[in-house]
């Protein structure tokens, strides 16, 4: 997006709309009248007390000392109900928008989740950098900018019309003037600044997720880092992202000294145009003197009202910007829904839910096509045994595991396999998840209920028996990652996977940080369990526990064989 236009409304739009007329809509419309009218109340009242003050100047002009205090006496009373209108009013405009943030921010995250769409967003092309960024600050911003820049325009509307009326009771040529004043200030504010800063906001946007996340890197990756001696690296890395955060800010200081300079002058005339145009009035006896201060309150808020635009430029090309990465995120999210990343044209391998796991000529691809990975394959995993898969580095091992997921469907062929909640896949990666070590053993399936006896025996078959009482029992949360080796991370996974007695399991290298005895210990009690289980690995011992093996080659031809230790 490079300048505010059509575009921006279209997007705007799309993402606001669906909250308006979601199951909450009565909710949200209701605390939207509610503002509203709290608004229509503090705006009527701020016309009593502008004319209020303009009383209070002229009988201190006159010396009417009767209508001095009868003034303040009024004055006071309407600031005593314009006080709470005023807080209640800020209080039901940032509820509204608390509201919209949840409801908004839930919708991305549902989004994001379903159908996978947070891993082909990895997997994909496509220039969306820092999906975080985009659901927690992009949202959050997008919901109180939305209903600050609508309650200004609705309060620009009203202020206009209320004092308007007043004014043009003391002089129609101050509003003709302001009326045109306010036009050409806006016109050539938009067209000269529009453009560069939208342009320099949307990019200050994304090179300060960068640099944050390049910091997060640091952070997830700091044992790695340390091995490898790399600070010099990643710290010029972090420098040199803060350094593009840094000279975009400069250049984005240019542009806005320029517009404050003009804005700054151009704010300036209502100050003492209203003054220069009364003043013969005044002198001439022909108006009192606190027209003055009523006039002048009235043309500014007026003017004020007229320039929202000039007045809030700034923050509305920020916001601008704003909307357009929200919105090209809400449309990946919202392809993804219909069609997943994944699925194109060319993609034709199909699946059949079945109760059994079985590759029918399978020749598969890489996602962009460019690339024959496996040629042809057939093969079934004997029921309540194991299948092991072996080749090179790059024969397409661990990728014919995502075709089995549904990750990979570029390529031809049929995958039969169960449905998805009698599967568990253990990736080549263990996956720790934040909470307790209960949950960590339950995960994915939190709904299990298990006694804190069970687990203990499952920690024993896994050889962690003290790992509960290392680090405050099962319900105490750690970042698992970080406490526990690689080692100990794939045999907590192991412990998942007799806690779910799932009908099939798919392991990807889950034994490749562990020595032949933990290795041994843990396919043993997996070949107790009534479970179908494919393996990745390179070790030539991971033969011992299956009953077929089932080598790839680089050549994209495979060979499968009987275990020659089949048990």
């Known amino acids: 997006m490079d300048r505010l236009n059509l575009n921006v409304l279209r997007q705007f739009w799309t993402i606001a709309k669906s909250y308006w007329v979601s199951e909450e809509k009565w909710q949200a419309r209701g605390l939207l009248l509610g503002v509203v009218l709290f608004l229509l109340a503090y705006t009527g009242l701020s016309v009593v007390l502008n004319n209020k003050r303009g009383v209070l100047i002229s009988a201190l002009s006159a010396k009417d000392e009767p209508r001095f205090w009868q003034t303040v006496i009024i004055f006071v009373a309407v600031l005593v109900i314009y006080a709470p209108l005023l807080a ?93 004043y306010a036009l050409v200030g806006t016109l050539v504010t938009t067209l000269v600044f529009g453009k560069p800063l939208v342009r320099l906001n949307f990019e200050q946007l994304k090179k300060e997720a960068d640099f944050r996340f390049s910091l997060v890197r640091i952070r997830e990756n700091a044992e790695a880092i340390a091995f490898y001696r790399g600070e010099d690296q990643e710290s010029n890395q972090v420098k040199y992202r803060f350094l593009e955060v840094f000279e975009n800010v400069k250049r984005l200081l240019v542009w806005e000294l320029n517009l404050n300079v003009l804005t700054n002058a151009y704010e300036f005339i209502p100050f003492i145009l209203p003054a220069l145009v009364v003043a013969p009035a005044i002198f001439a006896g022909e108006m009192e003197i606190g027209k003055v201060t009523e006039a002048q309150g009235a043309f500014v808020r007026v003017f004020f009202s007229l320039n929202v635009v000039v007045a809030r430029f700034q923050a509305l090309t920020t916001f601008g910007a704003g ?43 890489t996602p962009n096509h460019q690339r024959i990975l496996i040629q042809d394959l057939s093969v079934e995993v004997p029921i309540g045994q194991g299948l092991l898969v072996m080749g090179a580095s790059g024969c397409g091992k661990s990728s014919l595991l995502r075709a089995i997921a549904g990750l990979w469907t570029a390529g031809e062929g049929t995958i039969v396999r169960p449905a998805s909640d009698q599967i568990l896949f253990l ?48 319900d105490t949360q750690h970042d698992w990652a970080d406490l526990l080796s690689l080692g100990e991370q794939q045999r907590l996974t192991f412990a998942r996977l007799f806690l779910n007695k799932p009908s099939y399991a798919i392991l990807d290298e889950a034994t490749s940080a562990l020595d032949a005895d933990n290795e041994e210990r843990l396919y043993q009690q997996l070949q107790t369990l009534d479970t179908t289980f494919l393996s990745v690995g390179h070790q ?12 790839l080659s680089p050549d994209k031809s495979w060979q499968l064989k009987e275990s020659v230790s089949k048990s």
Do not use: C
């Open 323 to 365: 909307i357009d990465r929200l919105s090209t995120f809400a449309e990946f999210l919202e392809r993804t829904e219909v069609t997943p990343e994944s699925d194109s044209v060319d993609s034709t391998i199909q699946t059949v839910e079945a109760d059994r796991l079985a590759i029918e000529h399978l020749t598969l691809e």
């Open 427 to 474: 990736p080549q990666r263990p996956y720790m998840v934040a909470g307790t070590l209960r949950e960590q053993m339950v995960y994915p399936n939190r709904s299990i209920e298990v006694e804190d006896h069970q687990l203990e025996t499952i920690l024993e078959w896994v050889n962690l028996a003290d790992l509960a009482k290392r680090f405050g029992g099962f």
């Open 540 to 551: 030539s011992s991971l033969a011992n526990y299956h009953a077929r093996v089932l080598n």
């Open 88 to 180: 209640g009013y800020r209080y039901l405009r940032d509820r509204l928008s608390l509201q919209w943030r949840r409801w908004l921010t839930t919708r991305f995250v549902d989004q994001y989740f379903d159908h996978r769409a947070y891993y082909y967003l990895n997997a994909s092309d496509l220039d969306i950098d820092n999906p975080d960024q985009r659901i927690a600050e992009d949202v959050r911003s997008f919901t109180q900018e939305s209903l600050t820049f609508l309650l200004v325009l609705v309060e620009s509307i009203l202020s206009v019309i209320a004092f308007s009326g007043v004014l043009w009771g003391i002089s129609k040529p101050l509003v003709i003037f302001l009326v045109l």
